[in-house]
């Protein structure tokens, strides 16, 4: 199925490095969501982004909405282990069908 | 508990089988949406229940998967004459779209493996 451009496919950075990933559609979205799945475990929801342009923090990370409503991106500063996974950017439409990005995976050496 | 609870977690099963799997959602959340995921993939939208009925299947592949959710609340996804191709993680997600819009909360899937 179709899915949005993520990039990039993976990441390897120094603990205390700041990560910086981004999504892109042809498609316009009402909301953006970004979601972290561990392995063995479902996507766990890390911020919703509901109007265009709008710039968003859940402590050490920062997610925009695109003015164009067709991008996103997600910024984790100064990163730890714990950071360690599979990010998915998701765009979703009026009645919250969710259309997922392929993933980045970060992987966060000491 | 208090998140979306899929079981069974891991289910094999041999080509041709029949198959049921079930997602019980957040209490009170009226929306529920199924989702498959490959490998190094992201998920990708099966169907989505307001209520009771399939507001939207058009991602269920062939007429060999179907689900219901006959009383609004817990779900369950029926894939027939299971194939190999059938293998991913298949995913339940719930939402109160009155209260937190479209964020969607996540089980920890079913991984289904057809041999």
């Known amino acids: 199925g179709q899915q949005l451009n993520q990039s990039p496919q993976s990441m390897f950075i120094q603990e205390g490095e700041d990560v910086s990933m981004n999504c892109t559609s042809s498609s316009i979205f009402n909301t953006w969501l970004w979601y972290k799945q561990d392995p063995r475990e479902g996507p766990v929801l890390l911020i919703a982004?509901?109007?265009?342009?709008e710039l968003t923090s859940n402590g050490r990370l920062t997610a925009q909405f695109g003015i164009t409503r067709k991008d996103s991106f997600l910024n984790i500063s100064a990163s730890i282990p714990s950071d360690v996974g599979i990010y998915f950017c998701?765009?979703?439409?009026?009645?919250?069908?969710?259309?997922f990005g392929a993933g980045t995976q970060v992987v966060v050496t000491p | 508990g208090a998140g979306v609870s899929q079981t069974p977690s891991n289910k094999v099963t041999e080509k041709g089988k029949y198959v049921e799997l079930r997602c019980d959602p957040i209490?009170?959340?009226?929306?529920l949406y199924w989702y498959r995921q490959s490998l190094g993939q992201g998920p990708e939208f099966l169907i989505y229940?307001?209520?009771?009925?399939?507001?939207?299947d058009s991602g269920l592949p062939n007429d060999r998967f179907f689900a219901v959710r006959p009383e609004g609340s817990v779900s369950t996804l029926k894939i027939q004459r299971t194939e190999r191709g059938d293998s991913a993680v298949y995913l339940c997600?719930?939402?109160?779209?009155?209260?937190?819009?479209?964020?969607?909360?996540f089980g920890q899937g079913t991984r289904l493996t057809v041999v």
């Open positions: 982004l509901y109007k265009a342009g």
């Open positions: 209490s009170g959340h009226t929306a």
């Open positions: 229940f307001q209520g009771t009925g399939a507001a939207d």
């Open positions: 997600a719930s939402s109160d779209r009155a209260w937190r819009g479209n964020e969607a909360f």
């Open positions: 998701a765009g979703s439409d009026s009645w919250g069908k969710l259309q």
